[in-house]
């Protein structure tokens, strides 16, 4: 079994890229977790950008969020929107200043520049791995698994080739279907 060393490097890589983020967003006033929290509001869909999408996420607790989604407010890196149909949600869509912090640091000229050394067929192979590990901890652990849209068992192509889902019964645009979602569950 390579258990130790999986995780040896896989904390290492965590540990390197959470000081080169520190680093990055440190002129900015901001945590590692700013950029954490506005990276997945970039990816998640209309389902999962709510505090408590960001919450089961992160795994953070709603305190510590909260707190993180009022600088990201204040900084004018977020804006908050009330859900058209029921007043008591809140949508938290990326502000154009937050979408131009988001392409210069995620992810980081040294993640990029480190990635280009590998070949492509390393890549693929990396790809691979780390989704089976992450899949396998989310489900020894029953976590959501926050998968894309399109791979979820609810995601029915319908015969004029546009997309529903069954579980919110709403129609979805092909954009919608490349988010991430915390309702989505593995087809297989
Ligand atoms: S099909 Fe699945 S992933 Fe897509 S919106 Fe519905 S529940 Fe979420």
Not at 144 to 154: A, M, N
């Given at each position: 079994m390579k258990t130790n060393q999986i995780y040896d490097y896989i904390e290492r890589l965590g540990n390197l890229l959470r000081t080169d983020s520190r680093r990055d967003v440190a002129e900015y006033g901001l945590q590692p977790i700013h950029l954490e929290v506005l990276h997945y509001l970039s990816l998640c869909n209309r389902y999962s950008d709510t505090p408590m999408g960001v919450t089961d996420y992160l795994g953070q607790t709603k305190g510590t969020v909260s707190q993180t989604l009022n600088v990201l407010e204040k900084k004018g890196l977020l804006n908050k929107h009330p859900d058209s149909r029921d007043k008591r949600m809140t949508h938290l869509k990326v502000s154009s200043a937050g979408k131009e912090l988001l392409k210069t640091s995620i992810p980081s000229p040294l993640f990029v520049n480190a990635c280009e050394q590998l070949t492509e067929q390393s890549q693929t192979q990396a790809v691979k791995v780390l989704q089976e590990l992450l899949q396998a901890i989310q489900h020894s652990n029953s976590m959501?698994?926050?998968?894309?849209?399109?791979?979820?068992?609810?995601n029915h192509k319908k015969e004029d080739n546009t997309y529903f889902c069954e579980l919110t019964q709403e129609s979805l645009s092909n954009e919608d279907i490349q988010l991430i979602c915390r309702e989505h569950i593995n087809i297989s």
């Open positions: 959501k698994s926050f998968g894309i849209c399109h791979t979820c068992r609810y």
